[in-house]
């Protein structure tokens, strides 16, 4: 298990050193900062000298660092980095070094406090910021009752949600966030070699007391089931719904959700923290509605030139929009001025340091086109290297649309109190980085 | 509810004596101790730059004395890290910790045995030793669970003494708790004692591990990770008992958490071992697939583990991912390491349905920057077109495409691929030698070079200028790499076998065996000269023969690992072991070993290449000298290790291996019967070779070269422990 956890600046620096186990002294850090920090050429996120495995996730130029001499499990060191790095963000409302620095000894408590001798322990947010506290507590007078019902918490079956009776809203709402990540990558010759959705649903809960909660989809497998089950002409819902249900290749859920539940009838039902959470994630890859097509000619004329042409086209209906649309054109590299023209909206520019052309469309509504042409004049170089094509890159953003076609079919709410509740959806589908077109 | 911290001011070095004055002069008047907090945090401040601040110990234990949380985990904080240096001086705070033990508030208490405990010497374990017996039976589940952990600390510091105490028992009484999270903790605690050497056994039943699958539901992912990690101490004696485990636990391969995902992949691995029910095993292989693909989705360095994890599985149970290649096509952006990886992944899953689509990915990746990814992929290639004989077509005309390109390393590879093929296609592809020889002089490369020498005294028969292409690689020789040189000195010989009639032919073989035998200072390659000097000197015909004799085909079944070895080497999925193939005690110190155990309900393969558990091995290449006190055994059995792990002549392993089988209680009928369902393709009847268990790629044969060359590897070991120490 985990013997040491560190926190390194870019230089090196160490801004939280805490040894679990006494298998290392601190000067394991400097391991550390000799054989990644200082080394232009890491090529992995784990480093084993001897019988000493390093552990690194980078997250805004600060290294986080677990160091063992064990057969560690290797996901678990990995998802507790990026537990720590999220509970930073909550506690701080960033990670980076000012961050750390400001608030080291809450950290310290953290890191103390959601890890014992290697093995991680409780680090759900909101029971944590139960009992580790930027402010000062003074002990005396945190009477043993209060710190018994959080004990309770942490130890009990729901961890992640304070006590029914300390959670109160004047006004019960519930926001669910339906974000899609497309991933495309098309082929120079017009196909699609890969299609997919990476789903996250985020949920910002604002429910008093211990809400049930349930939620659903138009899961192909569950409208099927239901459309079985209601074979009348009653099922109206469940036939529209069945005609448009996505098929999901993989749902994983937040620790809050009854697997069991979901393992017998598909049904998703739980205790939501209360705030803001990743309830679930999904994968897609059947019936991937793409928002954006790209058509790209690329033309090397002879050594000295090359010619683009390249359209995009939105695929939605026309009351929705694309908006940040950004398209990445690499040039060769030994481009020394490219010419750029537009048909339609947007700006575009070379960019050298990049070997890039960025074109750049803050909206474009649906059903519609435009194009770019360019040409970049290359120097003539004595060895002639083949140029690597990287492929063209799209970033874009679509409200109220879904790539894979998911749709929240509802969201109940039941508590004991029987309050009425407001629930409310949005649908965003993105691309970054993973929406991509070879020429 | 948080504002923001402005503590950074602190990070500055400070010296002991001003520390120490503020201190005393905070004593005298200092309201709500805002001046010991300053001074407190910037002394952890400077612990964290590294400066030695122990001397303040006796100062700093005068801030107990303050009512105030913040205050009290400062210096606890401290007390971690110098407690241990301060045997004589401790005794200050005990009062304090054993106050805190007994005080009303569970949050209290729990921090007490906390850092009690994480200060190991015997003056606190003496005074934690009372009050962890009570901690354990607290009537706060938060107590309980850390005092569950304390167990594991007080046991790593004194094995023998935690044992006297009766601490091991109450810890396995812990594991009937009725809290999850305190069930989850005892059996954290008891696995790591169980996997030290010198610690206790840990094994469960089927009643205890049903208990645990009980408390799963309840606890904390971490929790649920820990407990599915010690199904693998259970040991299925029969098939329904496996099955039905395996049904419980399966709804957590929807769980967010990857470690939750991959460890409940590695029991379910497990107890596929011991299962009978073809439906139920294939039911679940099919069930692993999308989790392992949705891990793919995560931050890169899970990628990372959970890609080298898939390479293992697939090996082990092919139908997961059957139909999945293309999402392990490699993104332009993916860090490097993740491309290597899906590589290897693209070729294991690549056969003739999608030879094609793999085919031109790898084209793709062949035009990319990254040196070794280039390589990799023409290398895949190669490979491609040995595995798969209906694309060899295709990869053959994407080589020659490549090398058109002249891009020098792109061609090396090339060339070192095609050899191979030209092995598994005797008489298919020579018609493209020609394009090869057009580009000798591009090759710098001792493999690349070796490859092509290869080549052309193989081929000399039918290649025109043969003898003036070896002539000319020949005028380096005394240059050359012994790998180069080795393959000039056969091809020379290879080439004078063919045309013995000729001058040049003639006059090059003798040249080089005298140089082989004279002038070089290589043993290997001096042998050799003189062997092949005394085969023709005494039959030409007979040496020929030999020379020339029909090698044996190159096939790609040896290019999966044992059976025996990947079934040892999943019962580490998704730990350090899986991601760099190596079973753990082979690279770490201490690490514990694990092997399928022998049981009624074991499937009767498993049984057949079952690897016992080896004694603790060290990796043979750089023997570790195990500094300090250890079992007395141990300076006598490097030696007897290095002599086995040596590589033995074929017939003492075939020995070794009706030994081992015949040793092995395996009875005749259920041999048959599971037989016939196990015929499928990922029970197919495994090398019963018991080749060398350190390397699960030692049957590789060197098939491929260096192609294992990038394989992530543990950096080679220390020599000598005291480096380690100095280091460390």
């Known amino acids: 298990m985990i013997s040491a956890f560190f926190i390194f600046n870019q230089k090196g620096e160490v801004l939280i050193s805490r040894l679990y186990r006494t298998d290392f002294k601190r000067s394991i850090a400097d391991v550390f900062r000799i054989q990644v920090v200082s080394n232009p050429d890491v090529r992995s996120p784990i480093i084993t000298l001897g019988s000493t495995s390093f552990f690194h996730v980078r997250v805004n130029n600060l290294y986080v660092v677990a160091v063992t001499k064990t057969n560690a499990n290797a996901a678990l060191v990995f998802e507790f980095c990026y537990r720590f790095i999220n509970i930073c963000k909550s506690y701080f409302g960033k990670m980076d070094e000012e961050a750390i620095k400001n608030n080291f000894v809450v950290v310290y408590e953290l890191v103390d406090e959601i890890n014992d001798f290697g093995y991680p322990q409780n680090s759900e947010i909101d029971t944590l910021k139960t009992y580790i506290t930027t402010e000062s507590v003074v002990s005396a007078i945190q009477a043993p009752e209060v710190s018994s019902r959080i004990t309770a918490q942490a130890t009990g079956a729901t961890s992640w949600r304070r006590n029914g009776d300390d959670v109160k809203y004047k006004k019960n709402e519930a926001f669910v966030d339906v974000v899609e990540v497309v991933n495309w990558m098309g082929s120079s010759k017009g196909t699609n070699l890969r299609a997919d959705v990476d789903g996250h649903i985020q949920m910002r809960a604002y429910l008093s007391g211990t809400p049930e909660c349930k939620f659903g989809l138009n899961d192909k497998l569950v409208i099927d089931r239901s459309t079985v089950g209601l074979s009348g002409p009653s099922s109206g819902l469940a036939d529209r719904g069945g005609s448009d249900a996505v098929e999901l290749d993989d749902c994983q859920f937040h620790q809050c959700v009854r697997l069991n539940d979901f393992d017998a009838d598909r049904s998703i039902s739980f205790i939501p923290p209360d705030g803001e959470f990743e309830l679930m994630r999904y994968r897609a890859t059947s019936n991937i509605k793409l928002p954006l097509r790209v058509i790209p000619t690329v033309t090397e004329i002879g050594t000295t030139k090359v010619s683009y042409d390249i359209t995009l086209k939105t695929t939605f209906s026309p009351k929705l929009s694309a908006t940040n649309i950004v398209v990445r054109i690499p040039t060769p590299l030994n481009t020394t001025d490219v010419d750029v023209g537009i048909l339609g909206t947007g700006k575009a520019k070379y960019v050298p340091a990049e070997n890039v052309i960025v074109w750049k469309i803050p909206r474009l509504q649906g059903g519609q086109e435009c194009s770019l042409s360019a040409m970049a004049q290359l120097t003539s170089t004595t060895t002639r290297q083949v140029w690597a094509r990287p492929p063209i890159d799209i970033d874009f953003q679509v409200l109220m649309f879904t790539a894979s076609g998911l749709i929240v079919r509802f969201l109940k709410v039941f508590e004991k109190s029987n309050y009425h509740s407001i629930k409310w959806v949005r649908y965003l589908t993105k691309a970054n980085g993973g929406y991509q077109v070879r020429f | ?728």
């Open chain 2, 1 to 728: 509810m948080s504002q923001p911290g402005q503590d950074a001011k602190f990070f500055q070095r400070g010296k002991i004596e001003e520390f120490r004055a503020e201190l005393h002069a905070a004593e005298a008047k200092d309201k709500k101790f805002v001046k010991r907090k300053t001074v407190l945090k910037k002394i952890v401040a400077n612990i964290t730059m590294g400066t030695d601040m122990s001397p303040l110990f006796p100062d700093v234990v005068q801030c107990l004395g303050t009512p105030l949380l913040e205050i009290k985990k400062m210096v606890y904080l401290f007390l971690v890290s110098y407690g241990r240096s301060k045997p004589d001086q401790i005794h200050l705070v005990i009062p304090n910790f054993l106050q805190d033990c007994n005080d009303r508030n569970p949050l209290i208490r729990a921090l007490a045995i906390r850092t009690m405990s994480y200060i190991p010497i015997p003056v606190v374990t003496e005074a934690l030793s009372d009050n962890l017996r009570h901690a354990l039976k607290d009537r706060d589940p938060y107590v309980r669970k850390t005092a569950a952990i304390c167990v594991a600390k007080l046991y790593s510091a004194d094995p023998r003494k935690a044992e006297r105490g009766g601490f091991v028992e109450l810890l396995r009484d812990l594991m009937l708790d009725s809290n999850a999270t305190v069930v989850a903790n005892a059996v954290a605690a008891l696995s790591e004692i169980g996997d030290r050497q010198d610690g206790v056994i840990f094994k469960l039943n089927l009643a205890t591990a049903n208990k645990l699958l009980a408390a799963i539901p309840e606890s904390s992912e971490w929790g649920q990770i820990y407990i599915l990690d010690s199904l693998l101490r259970y040991v299925p004696e029969r098939h329904a008992d496996a099955e039905m485990m395996a049904e419980r636990i399966i709804v957590q391969l929807q769980h967010g958490n990857s470690a939750v995902i991959l460890t409940t992949i590695k029991a379910l691995l497990y107890l596929m071992n011991y299962m009978e029910n073809r439906q139920l095993i294939d039911y679940i292989c099919k069930k692993m697939g999308p989790p392992l693909v949705t891990l793919l989705s995560s931050g890169p360095e899970v990628q990372y583990v959970a890609l080298r994890n898939i390479l293992l599985i697939i090996q082990r149970r092919p139908t997961v991912l059957k139909n999945d290649v293309r999402v392990f096509f490699c993104k332009y952006n993916d860090p490097i390491y993740i491309k290597l990886a899906k590589l290897e992944i693209m070729y294991r899953l690549a056969r003739a349905e999608n030879a094609k689509e793999v085919l031109a990915e790898l084209q793709e990746y062949a035009s990319e920057v990254d040196l070794d990814f280039v390589r990799k992929a023409v290398r895949s290639i190669g490979r491609l077109a040995i595995k798969v004989e209906a694309a060899a077509d295709d990869c053959i005309q994407a080589l020659l495409d490549l090398i058109e390109t002249k891009v020098t390393y792109v061609v090396q590879e090339a060339v070192i691929v095609i050899k191979d093929i030209f092995r598994r296609y005797p008489g298919k592809y020579e018609g493209i030698i020609p394009n090869l020889c057009e580009n000798i002089d591009a090759l710098d490369e001792p493999e690349a070079k070796a490859s092509m020498i290869w080549i052309l005294g193989q081929y000399a028969s039918i290649i025109d200028n043969a003898d003036e292409l070896l002539d000319d690689l020949c005028y380096t020789f005394l240059e050359e790499s012994t790998e180069v040189q080795l393959a000039l000195l056969t091809a020379t010989v290879k080439l004078f076998v063919y045309k013995s009639r000729a001058d040049k032919a003639k006059e090059l073989v003798h040249k080089v065996l005298k140089w082989a035998t004279e002038e070089a200072d290589n043993p290997d390659l001096r042998d050799r000269g003189f062997m092949y000097w005394r085969m023709l000197a005494i039959n030409p015909t007979v040496a020929g023969e030999i020379v020339l004799s029909e090698k044996p085909p190159i096939t790609t079944d040896s290019d999966r690992m044992d059976r025996g070895a990947l079934d040892q080497l999943l019962l580490h999925t998704g730990t350090l072991g899986s991601v760099y193939h190596k079973n753990p005690e082979t690279f770490i110190r201490n690490a514990a070993g694990k092997a399928l155990k022998d049981s009624p309900a074991l499937n009767a393969h498993s049984r057949a290449v079952l690897i016992p558990l080896a004694r603790t091995q060290l990796p043979s290449m750089a023997p570790i000298v195990v500094a300090g006190p250890g079992p007395t055994e141990r300076s006598t059995e490097p030696q007897t290790q290095s002599s086995s792990v040596a590589p033995s002549p074929p017939s003492k392993t075939d020995d070794d291996t009706d030994l081992l089988t015949q040793s092995q209680p395996v009875p005749t009928s259920q041999t048959s019967s599971s037989n016939d369902q196990d015929e499928t393709e990922d029970d197919e009847p495994p090398h019963t070779r018991q080749a060398n268990n350190l390397d699960p790629y030692s049957n590789l044969d060197n098939a491929f070269g260096s192609y294992l060359a990038d394989e992530p590897r543990p950096m080679a070991g220390r020599r000598h422990a005291e480096e380690d120490d100095l280091l460390f």
